[in-house]
């Protein structure tokens, strides 16, 4: 019954944002995240976000931005932080949040990440203007599946699936969509063009799957 509830928690968070976000307003973009966000290693055009924005204007849609709020090594409680301090307003048209992995690799517990990161999720519904259907969450990488992780890559995904649950979990229950690209980033070491020239982050055309993942959506 849990799963058969999370079902339809997916499917109406999905179609929600579709039905809601019109090509005839203009919407600010605003992500939030770390280093995946920031998109460490790769050209600023080469970002998910920027990517995601260039197929929504494609499609019609009068988007501004993105803004990004990220920075390489930030766990959840260092992007609250910088959100408190950039003066931010509660009106923007879509909101992203991907952040945990610094969480996971810097040795903090999964049970301390779920109440700053649901803290989190709530604070971007909040700059939606409280339009849920307006924010969605994207899975965190597994980083196990590159060169810098494999070595280490079963204890690096598993720690990477609880995070993943937790996050997952806790977006379902206040009807955000999720998007799962965690399987995508599992294809670093059989298809390195994946991978960007650090051998730990995405390269741009990782971020590319990501961005044509989430803009089928609209």
């Known amino acids: 019954?849990?799963?058969?509830?999370?079902?339809?928690f997916y499917f109406t968070a999905f179609?929600?944002?579709?039905?809601?976000?019109?090509?005839?307003e203009h919407i600010m973009f605003l992500a939030l995240g770390d280093s995946y966000t920031i998109?460490?290693?790769?050209?600023?055009?080469?970002r998910w976000p920027v990517q995601l924005v260039k197929r929504l204007k494609a499609k019609g849609y009068s988007i501004e931005g993105p803004r990004i709020i990220a920075t390489t090594?930030?766990?959840?409680?260092d992007l609250k932080n910088a959100m408190d301090?950039?003066?931010?307003?509660?009106?923007y048209g879509l909101v992203s949040l991907l952040i945990g992995v610094n969480n996971q690799y810097q040795g903090k517990p999964v049970e301390s990440y779920k109440p700053e990161f649901e803290a989190l999720l709530k604070r971007?519904?909040?700059?939606?203007?409280?339009?849920?259907e307006r924010v969605f969450v994207v899975s965190i990488p597994d980083y196990g599946y590159t060169p810098f992780g494999q070595p280490k890559q079963e204890s690096i995904s598993h720690a990477i699936d609880e995070f993943n649950n937790a996050n997952r979990e806790i977006t379902l229950r206040y009807g955000i969509r999720y998007y799962n690209i965690t399987g995508l980033t599992r294809k670093g070491l059989d298809q390195p063009d994946l991978v960007a020239a650090d051998k730990l982050?995405?390269?741009g055309a990782m971020y590319a799957l990501w961005a044509d993942l989430i803009a089928a959506d609209f």
Not at 85 to 91: D, H, P, R
Not at 124 to 132: F, M, Q, S, V
């Open 73 to 77: 090594g930030w766990r959840t409680d």
């Open 39 to 46: 998109g460490e290693s790769v050209p600023e055009h080469e």
């Open 124 to 132: 971007a519904i909040e700059l939606a203007g409280g339009r849920k």
């Open 85 to 91: 301090k950039a003066n931010l307003v509660n009106e």
């Open 1 to 8: 019954m849990k799963f058969f509830i999370h079902v339809i």
């Open 15 to 24: 179609t929600a944002m579709s039905q809601s976000i019109s090509k005839n």
């Open 201 to 203: 982050h995405p390269s």
